[in-house]
């Protein structure tokens, strides 16, 4: 460490606080930013410390600030995560996809794997089935997932692509495996919180694992495993399985 | 010591990547990915169309573009994140466009504001919930200068007239409302985002002739277009142009007011960093107001010095002899030092690089600064203009150029090339921590900065070797070391 005391780098936290950058900034303030100035700035803060100003505030109705709450497909994603081998994926916009990662990504300090189906402007016109279609082959080809769990960014509820229809077409077409699992769960994001999406996707999930341990027995349970994952896991859920899905 | 490899292997190792795509993607990507020799002037990859479904492409969306890059900065602004709660929620405070003022009063950058769309919003529109949106915004915090309407995908599929309500909410409140139609399904990546942001503010604030404090007219006025001010990288880029003379009028955007960039039509010069991000207006700007734009890059000694003598050079003697003494006698001994240290340490290392639309090649020479080697660029979002001036960083050795990679790209490119840094985004980050590689963040500075100008060359300097060189690697082995 000593090479860097030695040269005495400052970064952001200190850099900008000497007086050159001081009087740089202040200069900008004053002669460009037109600035209301500190006394005003003040006069307002003190403002929104007010009575007043606690009534206005509780009397919004139309603008949100700071909510506390994120939207469904986010939920969605840490659901998924739980699974083992699990690949989450998101039909709808690809920026959704980006975001979900990101904010994951920055929480847990772990890589988060996410696709998308990247529908875009036609897309929103056509319909969504060949995007999913073409990105369930891809997801399974490139990241070897042993279970995709599938949601739905607010593009796709707004055109209103019905996912079981879909995963059924490609299943159909031989696109991918007939007891490939791909659970589903319909989640916009104006319904609800990222809470709804959780459970939409858990839903999703134990009702598709039901039909598929009926159709394919519980024998094919190295095929699908519940818990584990470097996420916590569902607590008792194979337990729950074992009692509610099949022997 | 990372390995340097020649065109016939990188040819060969993209090959093996693209093997394990299906045949329809593999061709599609196949487009996507070249290699480039010093020298080489024409061969670039396919750019700027749609991301295969499926692949885990890094690329975010138009409204990341706008609301994200563009406007989201402008700090005595609010900008609306219209739509459901989701896009504001997860970009609020998550890029480091620093700005100074007091949030919440006179500035409003950080928090999220939303209209949050509910199922009634989508089935009767959200047309008269934005218009009281503005006018609760406008009397709980009357400092703001105006509003901005980040539009989310809902609002161009449900049909509301957010225009009409920017008109009519902007004559009852008497300040500047830009609608801006950069819902997420636009475009194919962040791209199509600035480029209507951009457009949308040469609609409603230079079209409509809105003005910004009045100032003095110099010769020297400047304005710096496309800094971001990621960890105070434009306010060190303005240090080095105020200290060469010049007077800037605007910071477009980071740290920036509406002031500033409706007084960027004051400049004698538009200085454009990003060039992805601004050009649209840069352009407008030549064509509508006659001010001409040249780009610059700040990044490392070399390309500092380039550009401050090309920004000097359109200035008068007194600028230009200044600009002489300034890198003579106080910037190029001040950087010397840091080479001094730092390239010993780094020389011969080599960098998988990814970002967004200029990074990319714009920092692939402060890398050369140190003694080290870009065996791999790459772009989330750029277009074809940007690989061709790509071309003319490549100087050293043949070098990988992949357009939108997808995370099966970047790992693999990483196990081939074996890097002794990979520098890309957060997404990447823990995936090739994970390896045993390091890793510095290129988006967000890794939470440190700023990366332009002398104070950020030295940082970036320091930061490079805290990586490359850290001691904590030497417990945990890349898959190639095991």
Aim: hydrophobic fraction near 35%.
């Amino acid at each position: 460490m000593g090479i860097h005391h030695e040269l005495n780098i400052k970064d952001h936290l200190e850099c900008f606080r000497n007086d050159e950058f001081k009087k740089m900034i202040e200069n900008k303030r004053k002669q460009f930013e037109d600035w209301v100035g500190e006394e005003k700035v003040k006069e307002v803060a003190e403002w929104t410390k007010t009575w007043e100003y606690r009534e206005l505030n509780f009397k919004r109705e139309a603008i949100s600030i700071n909510p506390a709450k994120a939207c469904q497909p986010l939920g969605a994603l840490l659901c998924a995560l739980g699974f083992e081998k699990t690949l989450p994926f998101s039909h709808g916009s690809q920026g959704c996809v980006a975001y979900f990662r990101t904010h994951m990504a920055r929480h847990f300090k772990e890589p988060v794997p996410m696709v998308s189906s990247s529908m875009t402007e036609d897309a929103a016109v056509f319909g969504g089935q060949n995007n999913l279609h073409e990105g369930l082959q891809n997801a399974i080809a490139l990241y070897r997932p042993k279970m995709i769990a599938m949601n739905t960014t607010c593009m796709a509820e707004v055109i209103g692509d019905d996912l079981n229809s879909f995963i059924n077409n490609a299943k159909e077409k031989g696109l991918i495996p007939a007891d490939f699992p791909v659970p589903f769960a319909h989640t916009p994001s104006f319904v609800g919180s990222h809470i709804t999406g959780y459970d939409n996707q858990m839903k999703g999930i134990l009702q598709h694992m039901t039909d598929y341990f009926e159709k394919y027995g519980v024998d094919n349970i190295d095929k699908f495993d519940p818990e584990g994952g470097d996420f916590y896991e569902q607590g008792g859920l194979l337990a729950w399985l074992e009692k509610n899905g099949g022997k | 010591m990372g390995v340097i490899v020649d065109k016939e292997t990188a040819l060969k190792f993209i090959e093996e990547i693209l093997s394990r795509y299906p045949t329809k993607a593999r061709k599609d990507r196949a487009k996507h990915m070249v290699v480039d020799e010093p020298g080489d002037d024409k061969c670039i990859p396919k750019s700027n169309v749609k991301s295969r479904p499926g692949v885990m492409t890094i690329r975010g969306c138009a409204y990341a573009g706008s609301k994200g890059v563009v406007w989201g900065p402008i700090k005595d602004m609010i900008h609306i994140s219209h739509g459901p709660v989701g896009c504001g929620y997860y970009s609020r405070a998550g890029r480091r466009n620093y700005y100074i003022g007091t949030t919440g009063v006179d500035t409003f950058v950080t928090p999220h504001f939303t209209t949050d769309f509910q199922e009634r919003d989508i089935v009767f529109g959200g047309d008269k919930k934005l218009e009281k949106a503005i006018q609760e915004l406008n009397q709980l915090f009357p400092l703001v200068k105006g509003i901005t309407i980040q539009s989310e995908c809902p609002i161009g599929l449900i049909g509301d007239d957010i225009e009409a309500v920017a008109r009519k909410t902007s004559k009852e409140i008497g300040k500047v409302v830009v609608p801006v139609r950069c819902e997420g399904f636009r475009g194919v990546s962040q791209s199509l985002g600035h480029h209507i942001a951009n457009d949308s503010m040469r609609d409603w604030v230079y079209e409509k002739g809105v003005k910004g404090r009045e100032i003095e007219p110099s010769p020297y006025d400047i304005a710096i277009w496309g800094d971001y001010n990621i960890g105070g990288d434009a306010w060190a880029s303005r240090k080095i142009l105020e200290e060469m003379g010049l007077r800037v009028v605007t910071q477009w955007s980071g740290d920036g007011t509406l002031s500033e960039v409706a007084n960027a039509v004051k400049a004698k010069y538009i200085l454009v960093h990003c060039y992805r991000s601004s050009n649209y207006l840069a352009r407008y700007f030549e064509e509508r107001f006659g001010i001409p734009w040249i780009e610059y890059n700040f990044f490392g000694p070399t390309q500092i010095f380039a550009s401050m003598r090309k920004i000097a050079s359109l200035f008068d003697e007194k600028i230009q002899a200044r600009t002489e003494e300034l890198i003579e006698k106080v910037y190029k001994p001040r950087l010397d030092r840091v080479i001094e240290k730092y390239r010993p340490r780094l020389e011969g290392k080599t960098v998988l690089l990814y970002v967004g639309g200029l990074r990319p090649r714009h920092i692939i020479t402060a890398f050369e600064d140190l003694g080290m080697n870009v065996v791999a660029t790459g772009y989330e979002f750029a277009h074809q203009d940007d690989y061709q001036r790509t071309l003319h960083y490549i100087d050293k050795n043949a070098t990988i150029i992949v357009d939108d990679a997808t995370a099966w790209e970047i790992e693999e490119l990483t196990r081939k090339l074996r890097p002794d840094l990979v520098a890309s985004g957060i997404k990447e980050k823990y995936q090739s921590q994970k390896m045993g590689v390091p890793f510095r963040q290129m988006h967000s500075w890794d939470y440190s900065g700023p990366y332009h100008g002398i104070e950020g060359f030295e940082i970036f300097a320091r930061d490079a070797d805290m990586a490359v060189n850290g001691n904590v690697w030497k417990f945990i082995k890349a898959p190639w070391q095991q």
